[in-house]
Every structure is written in structure tokens, then in C-alpha cells.
T-cell receptor
Framework: ETGVTQSPTHLIKTRGQQVTLRCSSQ?????VSWYQQALGQGPQFIFQ???????GRGNFPPRFSGLQFPNYSSELNVNALELDDSALYLC?????????????FGPGTRLLVL | DQQVKQNSPSLSVQEGRISILNCDYT??????FLWYKKYPAEGPTFLIS?????DKNEDGRFTVFLNKSAKHLSLHIVPSQPGDSAVYFC????????????FGGGTRLMVKP
């Protein structure tokens, strides 16, 4: 059984560019959540996907968007990058209905926006 | 508006002693609380949780206490081991608070041999 994987591990972009981050859920998990963790802070919820549809969203602007695929892998897309988007982006997978009890986190993608 | 706060950014403890990590919350809708541990270059890993219908949950060396009236929870690690050195996050969720975990800012625990 493989855990949650994310790619790439590190990424450098410039302001105004677009970025796509990828997440492969743990085997059998059908729910994925994305979090942004700024330096020195706790993870902040961006959104959750279940059955390929957004199933909850935190306080992030529409330029943060996502996709979930039939194999439950997921993407986070950020358009018009800003300097403040520099952070560690974490995805977490879980079974629907059990996301509160246990979410399995990937190692994250560290994004630097210059 | 930080709904979950960990007021101690760091804590240093001697090996074998007790570590106590604290967390406060403001949202009355929260009814489930979790602690995660995070090592560098890894994602957070689930440690222990507690439902609001309980005031204590124990798992080996780890015990979480919940004081609903004070909106406060704490994680006790006894005895502390050097391998416990990590950043600890408390998180909260509520059935009517969105499909999300709300995290505190974390406390870096250092256990000295």
C-alpha cells in the first residue's frame, strides 16, 4: 500500500505565472484535501474534493482551483502567482466520511514565488 | 481571526520528563480535535484525537485532555523521548464548520537527551 505522494518536491516561479501541483492519494482513498502552510504557521485549508467535485472551500480566492481525477489523484492550480503564495502545499487523502478522523498527508511541494 | 491557537512556539524538555503542549480554540462549533506531529521534509502525521463528548483520550505515552468550558486542550507526552522532537499541531473540526481541519500555528518540541 503506497502512501500519499506529491510532485514536484520543490518549485520556483515568478510573479504572475501559473503553477500546477500534483497529488496521488493513498490507495483506496476517495477524498483529497489541499492545504497551504506558510513559513512558521500551521496548514490552512484550501479546498476538498470528493467524487471529482469540490466539497468545501477555505478562504482562498478563485485563482486557486483544483481537479480530482477518476483514479482519485488530484491537482492544485494557482493562477497569477503572488509573492505571498510562497509556501508548502500539502495534500491529504482520506475515505469519505472519515476525513475528520484521519487524513494522510503527503510530504508537500515547496513553492517559491520570486 | 485565528480560531485555533498554540501560544507556545517552542518547548524544551529533558528526556524522561513530561511534555505538555497546549492549544486554545474559539469556535463553539468545533466538536472534534486532533494532534499531528510533523518532522522536517515530511507531511504531518496523525497522533491522537478526541471527541467533544470526552474529556480525556489516552494512547500509550500520549494523552489528550479537553476542557470544553475553557475551550482548551492539551497533549501530554510521558515519558518524553528524543524521537518526539518535532513540530506538533493541534487541529479542530466541526460538523457544521465546513469539511475542513483548522490548524493551530504549531509548537516545536525539543527533547534533550
Amino acid at each position: 500500500e503506497t502512501g500519499v505522494t506529491q510532485s514536484p518536491t520543490h518549485l520556483i516561479k515568478t510573479r504572475g505565472q501559473q503553477v500546477t501541483l500534483r497529488c496521488s492519494s493513498q490507495s483506496g482513498h476517495n477524498t483529497v484535501s489541499w492545504y497551504q502552510q506558510a513559513l512558521g504557521q500551521g496548514p490552512q485549508f484550501i479546498f476538498q474534493y470528493y467524487r471529482e467535485e469540490e466539497n468545501g472551500r477555505g478562504n482562498f480566492p478563485p485563482r486557486f482551483s483544483g481537479l480530482q481525477f477518476p483514479n482519485y489523484s488530484s491537482e492544485l492550480n494557482v493562477n497569477a502567482l503572488e509573492l505571498d503564495d510562497s509556501a508548502l502545499y500539502l495534500c491529504a487523502s482520506s475515505f469519505a466520511g472519515q476525513w475528520r478522523e484521519t487524513q494522510y498527508f503527503g510530504p508537500g511541494t515547496r513553492l517559491l514565488v520570486l | 481571526d485565528q480560531q485555533v491557537k498554540q501560544n507556545s512556539p517552542s518547548l524544551s524538555v529533558q528526556e524522561g520528563r513530561i511534555s505538555i503542549l497546549n492549544c486554545d480554540y474559539t469556535n463553539s462549533m468545533f466538536d472534534y480535535f486532533l494532534w499531528y506531529k510533523k518532522y522536517p521534509a515530511e507531511g504531518p502525521t496523525f497522533l491522537i484525537s478526541i471527541s467533544s463528548i470526552k474529556d480525556k483520550n489516552e494512547d500509550g505515552r500520549f494523552t489528550v485532555f479537553l476542557n470544553k468550558s475553557a475551550k482548551h486542550l492539551s497533549l501530554h507526552i510521558v515519558p518524553s523521548q528524543p524521537g518526539d522532537s518535532a513540530v506538533y499541531f493541534c487541529a479542530a473540526s466541526g460538523v457544521n464548520a465546513g469539511n475542513m481541519l483548522t490548524f493551530g500555528g504549531g509548537t516545536r518540541l525539543m527533547v534533550k537527551p
